[in-house]
């Protein structure tokens, strides 16, 4: 009995996601008029999913990826559900606990959370716009299609919620679409991972609050808002992410201690001594590295890496050398884009303050490059665009 159970749940599963799939492509393509830009969203559908597939089947082989395993082992042997309702990986566990109980695979599972960061790439296309997008960008288009985007947005984890959870947000953002839905992705973000929902929680505060447009309700409602989840979930919040069983400055500052003596402790390749670097060497880290001839590269995922780290160089040098020369104005941002920006350069900051371990800063990025991309193809749309330079004339002192 149970063999057909599972035979008509994934087939279930997989047939609504097939549908959901071409419901969204077909959404996408009817805004989209350049034919080679159609040809790009439905080849770009066909290697995200596809690597999904391949990582799935291929899992038994790659012993160093434990996290799907953990997640789909939790949901199968729990007593209840709500006895994984938690932070982080017990969340997960919660989250796809009535898929597994129906006898739903593992390779299913994967290519249901490919569907799903699918959704939120889609989100960042329309956003962008891929047919105002001019050759000068075309290398930031570049990033979308890197192995390991897919490879980490296209399996069982926090990342492909969180991928989409985020471009969710942004949307939300750009539309001023600050409605009960943003709540709820709030939350979701705060139970898988509560230090990122605080960095985008302060970020979107203070624009509200600087924001002439806002009313005087939407200002208060953020005050409100922020208050109490400092207050009530900040505590919970670092409380999870320590491990500790009170909340307290003294108990604060030995975690400190221990964490820092641990990372120091760490054996391998790719561990990093918070003791040895300095924040600055980390954000390198976390950006750069590991980086062909310079780093001990063993495992094919870190060469996949080292080749992308390259391009990350390249890039950054690029934007860097382009913003210095237009003398962009913050100010003359559209809101999604400065959101974007800030969020973005803020998470990579707290990243990079406790940096120990090069595989995991390269899941990390999942959760700060995609808006820096984002903010950076806005940014060079408006630069070369006859709209931004003409405001930015105008903002000249006499």
């Not at 889609?122 to 288009?141: C, G, T």
């Not at 991928?163 to 898988?192: C, E, G, H, P, Q």
Request: hydrophobic letters at 55%; aromatic letters at 18%; charged letters at 15%.
């Amino acid at each position: 009995m149970i063999p057909y159970i599972s035979l008509f749940s994934n087939g279930l599963v997989l047939l609504l996601l097939a549908w959901y799939i071409g419901v969204q492509l077909r959404k996408i393509l009817q805004k989209t008029t350049r034919f080679e830009n159609r040809v790009f969203l439905v080849l770009f559908g066909i290697i995200h999913l596809s690597v999904s597939l391949v990582f799935g089947i291929t899992l038994d082989r790659l012993p160093s990826i434990l996290d799907p395993h953990d997640f789909f082992n939790a949901a199968l042997y729990a007593d209840s559900w709500f006895q994984l309702f938690d932070f982080g990986h017990g969340f997960l566990s919660f989250f796809i606990y009535p898929l597994v109980q129906a006898k739903v695979s593992l390779t299913v599972l994967f290519l249901l959370f490919a569907t799903l960061s699918f959704k939120g790439f889609l989100i960042y296309f329309e956003m962008i716009n891929l047919d105002a997008v001019r050759k000068r960008s075309y290398p930031l288009l570049l990033f979308f299609m890197l192995p390991s985007i897919h490879i980490w947005t296209g399996m069982l984890g926090k990342e492909a919620l969180l991928f989409l959870w985020m471009a969710l947000l942004l949307k939300k953002i750009s539309n001023r679409t600050y409605d009960w839905k943003m709540i709820v992705l709030f939350l979701m973000i705060f139970f898988l991972r509560p230090h990122v929902f605080f960095v985008l929680l302060v970020v979107l505060f203070v624009m509200i609050l600087r924001g002439e447009k806002n009313s005087k309700q939407l200002k208060a409602f953020a005050i409100w808002a922020t208050a109490f989840s400092f207050l009530v979930l900040f505590p919970i919040g670092v409380l999870f992410f320590t491990d500790l069983d009170r909340f307290s400055l003294d108990s604060l500052l030995a975690y400190k201690e221990h964490f820092v003596n641990y990372t120091a402790s760490l054996g391998g390749n790719t561990a990093i001594s918070l003791k040895e670097t300095t924040f600055f060497s980390r954000i390198l880290y976390l950006l750069f590295m590991p980086l062909p001839f310079l780093s001990a590269i063993k495992s094919p995922i870190h060469w996949i890496s080292a080749v992308e780290n390259c391009y990350y160089i390249v890039v950054f040098i690029g934007v860097f050398v382009t913003l210095l020369r237009k003398r962009l104005s913050f100010k003359m941002l559209n809101r999604e884009v400065q959101f974007a920006l800030v969020s973005g350069s803020f998470l990579l900051l707290l990243f990079a303050s406790y940096l120990y371990n090069l595989g995991l800063g390269n899941r990390m990025r999942l959760m700060f490059l995609p808006y820096l991309f984002f903010a950076a193809f806005r940014v060079f749309d408006d630069l070369y665009s006859e709209q931004l330079p003409a405001q930015m004339e105008k903002r000249k002192p006499d």
